[in-house]
C-alpha cells in the first residue's frame, strides 16, 4: 500500500491532524458518497461506482471533508 501523504478532514485525540490516507482506503464524503483510493497514472484517485460521480483527484475529494471509514483488507 501506498501513502498518498494526505490527512482526512477528521481529527480527534488519536489523529490530531487527521487520519493518514492511504492506496485502497474507502473514504467517504460529507454527502455520503463512498469512494476507493486508488493510484492510477501516478496520481491518487479517488474512484466511486456511481457512474454520475466517476472518479476525481484525492485531493479535491478530502479537502469537501472526505473521511477514511475502512480499507479493502478489512472485513465490513
Not at 5 to 19: A, V, W
Not at 32 to 60: C, P, T
Request: charged share 30%.
Amino acid at each position: 500500500m501506498l501513502c498518498s501523504g494526505l490527512h482526512d478532514s477528521k481529527r480527534n485525540d488519536e489523529f490530531p491532524y487527521g487520519q493518514e490516507v492511504y492506496e485502497n482506503d474507502i473514504i467517504k464524503d460529507l454527502e455520503g458518497n463512498i469512494y476507493k483510493v486508488i493510484f492510477f497514472n501516478g496520481m491518487f484517485l479517488a474512484d466511486s461506482k456511481a457512474e454520475d460521480i466517476g472518479r476525481k483527484h484525492l485531493v479535491v475529494v478530502l479537502s469537501d471533508g472526505a473521511y477514511v471509514v475502512g480499507n479493502t483488507y478489512e472485513k465490513q
